[in-house]
């Protein structure tokens, strides 16, 4: 039971997870990695080794903490954290896990003297309560899916149907269930999970359903990361014919139904949910301005399916930005970065638009700005992280 006591030495600790908040967390994994190792398949080893997942963390503790009194004020934070839980299959037996080992690691780095019993007490509480709302969510959206047409609990086998190469870098994979049953629908911006096992070793990733909802496949668009053990694993050894383990779609940045112009904006591999909204958006009739940033022509994935879409429909407008042309390359409305000025040039006139972006951090971070500057109100600019959620201001 969490007491106002409770609360009040949980608050008490915010200065010190805003000052070391991140050291207590690496800690945190370190312990739970080495002494847990049955949980690692679900932590993307990248992603420690460049502490986007300690920071996502420090940062979700602490706005917990500052919070605790009004957990409604965590907003868009508990959807992101319980879809990514259930598209990796987080049960309830792995928060006992994460709790002892998150007590541990608050009383080994913040010291006795600070991480009396009182105050390792009230996170217990604290973290009790924490996840005890999660698990309740969760098992909601478990539940919700298993029941849907189509739907699933845990794994489910499927086939790759086809591989095709998009560009220098990414390939598409069309996924059909191995049994030829119905398949779950999902709205599009939402993102699958896959269990591989890789030399012996299970890991989890998820990735951006690429394609709206058919009711025959699902597309996945993966690319191809130079010390990326699940990306090249994919590209090299899962061949048509091959079996795979999926979960369930999960996420919840996706496309709203709305009457007001649609801009999408991506960079890079960032462009894999956008073209499901996109497809489903001109389904509606609703105006489209499309964006898209690359490196160059060679990494340019879906231009010519783009391109298809734009001659059969006229509500689409699309710009492509290349940070660099090479001779061969397609041409481009703008070369360089997506600055403000080329956003202003894009985007329609009126400014009550609907955005949605996705890509590297650097890239959303400089849209955000760009959007903010140039009047799109700030509720509708919608954003998601590929892994780690992260701050962009």
Known sequence: M?????????????????????????????????????????FNQAHQASGAQQRALANGVLMYARHI?????????????????????????????????????IREVLGEEIATDAVIEAWAAAY???????????????SEREKAPGGWRGTRRFIVERKIAESDEITS??????????????????????????????????????????GREYRISV???????????????????DGIDLYPPAGDFRLEAGEKPLVLISGGVGITPTLAMLQAALETKRPVHFIHSARHGGVHAF???????????????????????????????????????????????????????LGPKAFMKAVKKHLKALGVPEAQSRYEFFGPAAALD
């Open 173 to 214: 994979f069309y996924l059909v269930p191995a049994d030829g049953g119905a398949l779950l629908d999902f709205r599009p911006g939402q993102y699958i999970g896959l269990r591989l096992v890789i030399d012996g070793e299970e890991v989890r990733r998820n990735y951006s359903l690429s394609a709206a909802p058919n």
């Open 69 to 105: 009194d009004e957990l409604e004020k965590l907003g868009g934070l508990v959807g992101q954290i319980i879809n990514k839980h259930v598209a990796l299959d987080i049960q309830p037996e792995h928060y006992p896990i994460v709790g002892s080992c998150l007590l541990k690691s």
């Open 223 to 241: 690319k191809r990361e130079p010390n990326g053990r699940v990306s090249n694993f994919l590209h090299d050894a899962l061949h048509a014919g």
């Open 128 to 142: 009790g309560q924490l996840a005890d709302l999660l698990i309740g969510l969760e098992e909601g959206i478990y």
């Open 303 to 357: 231009r010519e399916a783009i391109e298809d879409l734009a001659a059969r429909h006229p509500q689409l407008k699309r710009f492509y930005c290349y940070e660099h042309k090479r001779d061969g390359d397609h041409e481009a409305h703008g070369l360089g970065f997506v600055d403000e000025t080329l956003l202003g040039k894009w985007l329609p006139q009126n400014r009550d638009v609907d955005a949605y972006f």
């Open 2 to 42: 969490l007491s106002a006591e409770h609360r009040a030495i949980v608050k008490a600790t915010v200065p010190l997870l805003e000052s070391g908040g991140e050291a207590l967390t690496k800690h945190f994994y370190n312990k739970m990695l080495t002494e847990y190792p049955e949980v690692r398949p679900m």
